[in-house]
């Protein structure tokens, strides 16, 4: 069996998330109070007591979410599991280095909290927007963006088979939907989201990233971590780079997954809020063994089953 751990990225988050671990194990009470004495304000009582507004904003989220996928990890070190990889989608990223040790937690909270501000700050709120397009293949959404003609728009995130998000500048995305709708789209839907991630109206903020990118110190380490931008384990003398570059370029999943199976992964660990990505995984190969971690009861049943192999 080899197993990899995968770490969820924006959009997983919802409210309560991580109290049932909180109440239950001393660890995750360390974990938070640590996280929101480094952010400065409680990012736990966001987590629990706030608003779904509050935890929205990409400054909160961002934390949030690293937060919990990394506190999820670290039970499942404690209890025993053993990974063999690391890999994140797109904000999972950051957590899949730190638990890989290539960074330490510390440094990774400062980090995603300044990477949701620059990102939050990227364009005019308003001006961009992302879309699932459901239901094509990946060389026709493509071909789609190609053609629109009234502004930006680019693949953004390769989900799955027939599952492709679109991102770029509002009224370009709108243009793409409606023609892929009228190519055979299942569905295109227009995301929730505060900006046109992994699209390059991100690449001039991306200079603000380097700047706190460069003033860490990234570890070796011996677990892999697979990049978004390349679906490739990380080189150590690129990783900043493609950090950097993961901010404007799509987010290359299914071929991270492909990759994966194909060295030999048989077995899936889903790892912070959400089950996104467990359907992902389904989705391109369904021989797969995969379990999503985020509360007492899925942590419980994921040790009983992995902790001895």
Not at 13 to 24: E, F, R, T, V
Not at 49 to 73: H, R, V, W
Request: hydrophobic content about 40%.
């Amino acid at each position: 069996m080899k197993i990899a751990a995968l770490f969820t990225g924006q959009g997983s988050q919802y409210m309560g998330m991580g109290k049932d671990l909180y109440d239950n194990y001393p660890l995750v009470k360390f974990r938070m109070d640590k996280t929101s004495e480094i952010l400065g304000y409680d990012i736990s009582k966001i987590c629990f007591e706030g608003s779904e507004e509050d935890l929205k904003k990409t400054e909160n989220t961002q934390p949030a979410i690293y937060m919990i996928s990394f506190i999820c990890y670290r039970l499942l070190e404690n209890a025993g599991v053993k990974f063999d990889a690391y890999a994140g989608f797109s904000l999972g990223e950051y957590s899949a280095l730190a638990a890989s040790g290539r960074m330490t937690y510390e440094d990774g909270v400062k980090l995603v909290q300044d990477r949701g501000i620059i990102m939050e700050r990227a364009v005019p709120a308003g001006s961009g927007a992302m879309a699932a397009i459901l239901g094509l293949e990946d060389s026709v959404v493509e071909e789609v963006c190609a053609k629109v003609k009234s502004g930006i728009v680019v693949p953004a995130n390769y989900n799955c088979p027939g599952q492709l998000v679109i991102s770029g500048e509002k009224v370009a995305v709108e243009e793409a939907c409606a023609l892929a709708t009228e190519a055979g789209a299942k569905r295109a839907v227009v995301l929730n989201v505060s900006g046109p991630f992994h699209s390059p109206m991100l690449k001039d903020a991306s200079v603000q990233l380097k700047e706190k990118l460069d003033a860490l110190t990234f570890q070796n380490a011996t677990v892999p971590v697979y990049s978004n931008v390349t679906a490739e384990p990380h080189n150590p003398d690129t990783l900043k780079e493609m950090l950097v570059k993961q901010m404007y370029s799509p987010v290359q999943w299914r071929k991270t997954i492909e990759n994966l199976l194909a060295d030999g992964f048989d077995t899936f660990v889903e790892v912070g809020p959400g089950k996104t990505l467990a359907g992902f995984v389904r989705k391109i190969n369904r021989n797969v063994t995969i379990y999503s971690v985020n509360n007492v009861e899925s942590f419980e049943a994921t040790v009983k089953v992995l902790k001895n192999n």
